[in-house]
């Protein structure tokens, strides 16, 4: 099983400033990495697919990038409605593993 | 616009079953892969299930196997997981996603869940 850890489980940022988050996998998952947003209440919502690729819906101030092993989220320029938890996915081997979260809270 | 619905979440007793539907509209259902993800209250996201678009495979998470089944109705653009011998642990919020592709790739629609208790 690819075991997906992200860091830190908790981000505090300012309003405007930049987020950078973590996932790395136990073992290649080449770029078969995905980034979901999940805000209260409300269903997960695929945000980067492929490791860098934007999802339909969401602005470019959300890039991903890595490959393999590493893998980055980074928000730029945070707006009031990018806090919310980030979970990384990983869809190249079963079973299909998420990380732990990342919460981005207001500073 | 692709949509998916959840239901038969409830209470349900330790050792008892429950069958969840979904409900998908918008799409072809066929053409793609479906599964069930679940979050436990509080916790993160756990991977339940994931059935082909034919409905030949199937994968189950070691934590449900033998457990649970996971099926679909085609002709009804229906998903299913019949869920036996539930434990306390299995309680959380059940969400229907479609996968982008059928051999494989992220979920990239989400239902809005159901909740699953499993108590006494």
């Known amino acids: 099983e690819t075991m997906m850890t992200q860091s830190p489980a908790t981000l505090s940022v300012s309003p405007g400033e930049r987020a950078t988050l973590s996932c790395r996998a136990s073992?290649?998952?080449?770029?078969?990495l995905a980034w979901y947003q999940q805000k209260p209440g409300q269903a997960p919502r695929l945000l980067i697919y492929d490791a860098s690729t934007r999802a339909t819906g969401f602005p470019a101030r959300f890039s991903g990038s890595g490959s393999g092993t590493d893998f980055t989220l980074t928000i730029s320029g945070l707006q009031s409605e990018d806090f919310a938890i980030y979970y990384c996915?990983?869809?190249?081997?079963?079973?299909?593993?998420f990380g732990g979260g990342t919460k981005v809270e207001i500073k | 616009e692709v949509q998916l619905l959840e239901s038969g979440g409830v209470l349900v007793q330790p050792g008892g079953s429950l069958r969840l539907s979904c409900a998908a509209s918008?799409?072809?259902?066929?053409?793609?892969?479906m599964s069930w993800v679940r979050q436990a209250p509080g916790q993160g996201l756990e991977y339940v299930s994931v059935?082909?678009?034919?409905?030949?495979?199937?994968y189950y998470a070691d934590s449900v196997k033998g457990r649970f089944s996971i099926s679909r109705d085609n002709s009804k653009n229906m998903l299913y997981l019949q869920m036996n011998s539930l434990r306390a642990e299995d309680t959380a919020v059940y969400y229907c996603a479609k996968r982008s592709r059928d051999n494989g790739g992220p979920f990239d629609c989400w239902g809005q869940g159901t909740l699953v208790t499993v108590s006494s």
């Open positions: 073992q290649s998952v080449k770029r078969n």
């Open positions: 918008g799409l072809t259902f066929s053409n793609n892969a």
């Open positions: 996915q990983q869809y190249n081997s079963w079973p299909l593993t």
């Open positions: 059935i082909s678009g034919s409905g030949d495979n199937t």
